[in-house]
């Protein structure tokens, strides 16, 4: 153990060659008590399974020795771990005493070996899996991705419902705008007397009925209505004493004017 | 990272034999500066990153052939290379979504009066409805493969008649046309009220596909017609009452 | 690296095959579909968009062995297809590698760990590194997207349960987690059983999402942990590794 040397050196990253005895070190590169006791461990060149943990934990005793010595500032951890290694240290030298409730030094020192083996192996992993083709480092995927195109295809929707209402409705209003139209012929009584009061009022003489009537019948199916409302508005009219009406036969024309003030009575 | 000197001289030794071999190693070094490029690259760009002594013309020939018939192609555009998926796999390359719209009034009613009065010219729909169709009413009613063109009235124009379909009878449940209802029917379902004029009628519809006296069969310049201009010269102005 | 002439020899092979016997439609658009995709893709992706009757199976197969020995190959990572550039061509494709933060050796340490024993602690990471994890190793490593936290062990404390992502899967080309180099050596050698007390009994890490039994969902507010303190209370004094 005396021929390591330890030399503390910040600026120089931890690199140890297997040829090389001085173990350069840079305290700071170490990733705590357990990777400095796996470097230790490794200056035994021995297998880990077989190594000797007295052996180890003097090596690190010395090492944390050094370090105080050149009034370095170990972490907490560091110190511990020393601590530790110290009393395993003694467990290990003295005879085991009388069985005690703890686990034996063996124990302990078997599990330290363990998990510097643990530690090595899960180091090994890392080392694989880092140096396993990276995407983006070593691989590539398709530097120019080819968008997938979003098409709707339209789905037409309709109810038998919509169908139907749309089509009554439709037909219905169409059908409604030409009742409208036809209202306006077929007279009401009222409508009917307003429109031969106002055709009477300048026939003095003996008309036809339906000669005034016909300026008003656009359409020939609304003849006869127009006939009926104001023939029978006529006949209302006569019985008022406003006009006077004759006919000379069955089915032949209908004569009309307006009764003059002093008449006597229609024919 | 580690050992990249060695596959470089493997490279260098492979170029070596590019010609004996059957597939020149170059080949894959293209291949593989193509497909990981964000961008299109032209040949300088991919000779400067190839080992010295490839032939570029020939190995992009080589290459192109390979891809041609394959579902990715080796395309070159603005004097640049890069990998293209396939033309005639575009439809692959689309997420194809049904998008569900509903039919507007407008359209609605013509193909209503399409059911009842078939075989039905524009002018004839006009007519009913009291206003012009609209071109886009008839796409939007041949797209959805409801109507379809029947033949031609012979009258003065030879305007196209209308019907329906059989998708049209299966997406309105119908088991034939006839199931449309009849007046009575649309009455008693309080779809129309009882103010109707004599004499209006509610027509018994029927899409049988023979023509009909009054009809000529379309001719071979029709069927494409489903979205094209309607037959009939427009004559402007149309909205009408009668 | 070493060994081109056999692939060619295959390669040989293959395009005799190819130019003999009419490729199957279904490898063109298998190649498309993938070639355009920025993602790999997994086959209930690929069946969903190809044509029914495709025996995927024996086509990723067939792909599989034609793009083997090309500058391109179809792997299998996370479960899903992709191409990606073939693995010997790195020394090509080096001025396309993206500048890549390094990983320290730290968060190296800690990614393994977490990759091979995941679900597992911050303690139980801590006590195979022998050093307690600082802060800033977890957050980078939840910056790459390749570990998550899964959840919550049911032991006092309740602390996060780590594992790793499908992004960690596909970053380092790996098929499953099972995958993981030396993973065998690390089992055969009982070192990822515990010989220690410490709650080690996990002899196979899985990344299965599915919480284990002795997991507890995490809850609201620690998906935000993601770069949040971690829950055990610090007890001060500890080296950190960096």
Not at chain 2, 147 to 174: D, M, N, V
């Amino acid at each position: 153990m005396s021929e390591e040397q330890f030399a503390f050196d910040p600026e120089v990253t931890a690199e140890r060659a297997s040829d090389e005895p001085a173990l350069i070190v840079d305290v700071e590169g170490f990733e705590g008590p357990l990777d400095l006791l796996l470097i230790l461990a490794r200056q035994q060149k021995v297998d880990l399974a077989k190594i000797s943990i007295l052996a180890l934990a003097n090596q690190y005793l010395a090492f944390i020795e050094a370090a105080r010595q050149l009034r370095m500032e170990l972490a907490a951890d560091y110190l511990v771990m020393a601590a530790w290694l110290a009393y395993l240290k003694s467990r290990l030298l003295l005879p085991e005493a009388a069985e005690g409730p703890g686990p034996s030094a063996e124990d302990l020192a078997a599990q330290l070996a363990f998990r510097l083996r643990r530690l090595e192996a899960f180091r090994a992993a890392a080392e694989q899996l880092v140096t396993r083709p990276q995407l983006n480092r070593e691989v590539f995927a398709r530097g120019a991705p080819e968008p997938i195109r979003d098409i709707k295809h339209p789905e037409w929707t309709a109810t038998l419902y919509d169908l139907l209402s749309a089509y009554a409705a439709q037909r219905q209003k169409h059908a409604l705008a030409r009742v409208r139209f036809a209202k306006r012929t077929v007279w009401s009584l009222a409508e009917a007397r307003a429109a031969v009061e106002r055709l009477i009022g300048t026939a003095t003489e003996w008309s036809r009925l339906d000669e005034f009537l016909i300026a008003y019948v656009v359409e020939p199916a609304q003849r006869a209505t127009v006939l009926a409302s104001s023939f029978a508005a006529t006949l209302e009219l006569v019985r008022e004493g406003h006009a006077e009406v004759h006919q000379q036969g069955a089915f032949t024309p209908i004569y009309l004017r307006k009764r003059a003030a002093k008449d006597d009575e229609a024919a | 990272m580690m050992g990249f000197a060695k596959p470089r001289i493997v490279a260098a030794e492979e170029e070596a034999d590019i010609s004996a071999t059957p597939r020149a190693e170059a080949l894959r070094f293209i291949e593989a500066l193509l497909f990981a490029a964000a961008e299109p690259l032209d040949e300088e760009t991919l000779a400067a990153r190839l080992p010295e002594g490839v032939d570029l013309t020939s190995a992009m020939r080589a290459l192109q052939a390979e891809y041609a018939t394959r579902g990715v192609n080796l395309v070159r555009v603005a004097g640049k290379w890069s990998f293209r998926t396939a033309k005639d796999l575009a439809w692959l390359m689309a997420r194809e979504a049904i998008e569900q719209k509903k039919l507007s009034r407008a359209a609605t009613e013509t193909l209503a009066i399409i059911a009842y009065h078939q075989p039905v010219t524009r002018a004839e729909i006009e007519d009913i409805r009291g206003v012009s169709t609209s071109k886009g009413t008839l796409d939007v009613l041949l797209e959805t493969g409801w109507i379809r063109p029947r033949g031609r009235r012979k009258t003065p124009g030879r305007p196209i008649t209308f019907g329906t379909t059989e998708a049209f009878l299966s997406h309105f449940g119908l088991e034939s046309i006839s199931d449309l209802p009849g007046l009575e029917e649309l009455r008693s379902a309080g779809l129309m009220d009882g103010q109707l004029p004599a004499g209006f009628a509610v027509p018994v519809p029927s899409d049988e596909p023979a023509l009909r006296e009054d009809e000529d069969p379309l001719e071979p310049g029709d069927l494409d017609l489903g979205l094209a201009p309607r037959p009939e010269p427009e004559d402007g102005g149309q909205t009408t009452d009668d």
